[in-house]
């Protein structure tokens, strides 16, 4: 089997790191490299990558990587785009610091490390609704969907100060138990607003 693998990474260390790492399979027979978005896109259009391996800034639509071909480097955990990832068929959703070595190696084989890929994203939700009460999740929801305290007070009909005593209790309980599920935009924002 020979693969055309697709790195899209913008930072120029980890794409060298991730040329070498991947130049030492023999089933690597040829590696080409996206910097951007646009690049990303063009190149998934026009080279026709078999496989892909993609920071998760650059995606700006999941739909356009290769179904069950490709893993997500994240620089932090987003439950958005990993549970997309999950749902796509993404063969990882990996951190990368430090970068995964060996399982990155493992996603080139359709049956390498999917299941803790399924594992994560279940377990994910499962203790984020254990964690929460209902009215918690709901105000998460709405915080997670970008609309402010006061917007999220005013359709729950409760105060602007009960909504960002709820985000407070919120934020504690997901810290304490290391369940990092609050978005990037809910989390620049919950800094800001609350």
């Known amino acids: 089997m020979e693969l055309h693998l697709l790195i899209a990474e913008p930072r120029q260390a980890q794409r060298e790191l991730l040329r070498t790492i991947y130049s030492a399979s023999p089933l690597v027979t040829r590696i080409d490299e996206a910097t951007n978005s646009e690049e990303l ?42 549970l997309a990832a999950y749902h796509h068929g993404a063969r ?46 709901t105000i998460l ?22 909504v960002k005593k709820e985000l407070e209790n919120i934020r504690t309980k997901l810290q304490k138990r290391n369940i990092l599920t609050i978005m990037r935009k809910g989390r620049a924002k919950m800094q800001t607003d609350v």
């Open 92 to 137: 990882g959703y990996f951190l990368d610091n430090p970068l995964p070595t060996a399982m990155l190696l493992a996603a080139l084989n359709p049956t390498g490390v999917a299941w803790v890929l399924e594992y994560l994203a279940h377990a994910e939700l499962l203790d984020v609704k254990k964690v929460l009460t209902a009215r918690e999740q």
């Open 141 to 162: 929801a709405l915080w997670n969907e970008g609309l402010s305290s006061s917007a999220i007070g005013k359709r729950l009909v409760i105060s602007n100060g009960t």
């Open 41 to 82: 896109q063009y190149k998934l259009e026009h080279t026709l990558p078999d496989f892909v391996v993609v920071h998760q800034s650059l995606i700006t639509d999941i739909s356009l990587l290769p179904r069950g071909h490709f893993v997500i480097l994240a620089t932090d955990l987003d439950q958005t785009m990993l």
